[in-house]
T-cell receptor, first 111, second 112 residues
Framework: GENVEQHPSTLSVQEGDSAVIKCTYS??????FPWYKQELGKRPQLIID?????GEKKDQRIAVTLNKTAKHFSLHITETQPEDSAVYFC??????????FGQGTELSVKP | NAGVTQTPKFQVLKTGQSMTLQCAQD?????MSWYRQDPGMGLRLIHY???????DQGEVPNGYNVSRSTTEDFPLRLLSAAPSQTSVYFC???????????FGEGSWLTVV
């Protein structure tokens, strides 16, 4: 079946460093790839998304890249801050409009 | 707009009991879904609906039932709770043409 693999499961960086989280997907028909941030005890919140007709998208310190040929996409956070500490989820759309999520990455930014 | 509203926020059940998690949205979204979240496994789709009267199974539907009698409401029923259903449950909705999913605040369920 369709699935999304996300790595790493945990990531620890120093404040000011960059963080990169990678995902691969299996359904070649997937055309929408969002990223969600979830703080402890809260609901997931959309932080950035990309569609299959675009290779890269930026929003301030956050960027997402997509390689459709290789079926992988990545989240890049630059100049990390302690408030970036959270669990991040990638997702990919599959037929029927469903979203399949990766397993999550727990990012810890140390001051 | 209240967005997506879930109740209850916390619930403890005994094995074999039944219960219903309520979900309502006031954004006139046709697409609604239920996910469960377990450590290390991300968010897994339980059931979803593309409109009133239409439901379908997701990745992990066993042990759960849903119905969609109105556009606004999408309840999730556990007919005979099992410890394996201990989890955090999220209801979500979006428009048919939009991809942005709006999540409810979550329901923490413990089955003992």
């Amino acid at each position: 079946g369709e699935n999304v693999e996300q790595h790493p499961s945990t990531l620890s960086v120093q404040e000011g460093d960059s963080a990169v989280i990678k995902c691969t997907y299996s359904d070649s028909a997937s055309n929408y790839f969002p990223w969600y941030k979830q703080e402890l005890g809260k609901r997931p919140q959309l932080i950035i998304d990309i569609r299959s007709n675009v290779g890269e998208k930026k929003d301030q310190r956050i960027a997402v890249t997509l390689n459709k040929t290789a079926k992988h996409f990545s989240l890049h956070i630059t100049e990390t801050q302690p408030e970036d500490s959270a669990v991040y989820f990638c997702a990919a759309s599959i037929r029927g409009g469903k979203l399949i999520f990766g397993q999550g990455t727990e990012l810890s930014v140390k001051p | 707009n209240a967005g997506v509203t879930q109740t209850p926020k916390f619930q403890v059940l005994k094995t074999g009991q039944s219960m219903t998690l309520q979900c309502a949205q006031d954004m006139n979204h046709e697409y609604m879904s239920w996910y469960r979240q377990d450590p290390g496994m991300g968010l897994r789709l339980i059931h979803y609906s593309v409109g009133a009267g239409i439901t379908d199974q997701g990745e992990v539907p066993n042990g759960y039932n849903v119905s969609r009698s109105t556009t606004e409401d999408f309840p999730l029923r556990l007919l005979s709770a099992a410890p394996s259903q201990t989890s955090v449950y999220f209801c979500a909705s979006r428009t048919p043409s939009g991809n942005t999913i709006y999540f409810g605040e979550g329901s923490w369920l413990t089955v003992v």
